[in-house]
């Protein structure tokens, strides 16, 4: 499978996390990461381009840290022009099914945070569900969000653990050795026209 990584920090030069997850993943093959700050500094985002990028690649990775419990902006710029009616969703718009869209983010808040009785009352499940309705709408499948919780406050090497793990994800996404259908996030049901795809 070909990867694509759509990296986005506002502030990479301040970023731990996210930057060992980076680290992590240098030097793979068959894996395409694009960093969306630094190409579009000022948010104009170049669709065409990005639409050829989303079709040359089978999952799609949104990676970045979370930020009042979304993404950083850039992600949703992207999101609203390059997911385009009757070419991402509605008539005729299944070109991007049969793939896979996956969120990789850190979080300030701890694990134990993200429940229903913790200070931040939803689990990650919740608030990531506008990314699987998109996913559901564009016919793509939604796996399982990959989390680093409160990495700034993880010992160095407990930091390098996690962003190893993430590697282990993207390679094993990579190589086959991790089916995706047995990763889709839990609950999540393929739509209509995901087989469709499978079969371009
Ligand atoms: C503007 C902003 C908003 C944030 N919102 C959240 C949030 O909603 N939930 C959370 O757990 N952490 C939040 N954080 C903390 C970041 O997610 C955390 O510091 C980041 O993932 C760590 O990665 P980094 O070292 O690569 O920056 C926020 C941080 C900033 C600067």
Redesign the pocket.
């Known amino acids: 499978m070909k990867i694509l990584i759509l990296h986005a ?1 506002p502030r990479l030069s ?6 060992a997850m980076l680290r992590a993943l240098d030097g793979l093959e068959g894996v395409s990461l694009v960093d969306l700050y630094a190409e579009y500094p000022d948010l104009a985002i170049d669709v065409a381009r990005e639409q050829h990028r989303l079709l040359a690649h089978d999952v799609i990775v949104l990676q970045h ?5 979304s993404s950083p902006a850039i992600i949703k710029e992207w999101q609203d022009l390059v997911l385009e009616n009757g070419w991402a969703y509605g008539p005729g718009g299944t070109r991007l099914a049969g793939r896979f869209l996956m969120s990789a983010v ?4 701890s694990e134990q945070a993200y429940h229903h009785e913790g200070r931040n009352r939803f689990e990650m499940e919740e608030l990531l569900s506008p990314f699987n309705q998109t996913a559901w709408l564009c016919s793509m499948a939604w796996l399982a969000p990959f989390v680093i919780h409160a ?2 406050r993880m010992p160095p090497a407990a930091l390098s653990t996690a962003a190893e793990s993430y590697r282990d994800l993207i390679v094993g996404l990579r190589d086959g050795s991790i089916d995706p259908l047995a990763r889709l996030a839990p609950g999540y049901s393929l739509p209509p026209a995901f087989s469709e795809g499978i079969r371009r």
């Open positions: 920090h301040a970023s731990i996390v996210q930057r840290p979370f930020y009042w419990y850190s979080t300030g808040g990495g700034r």
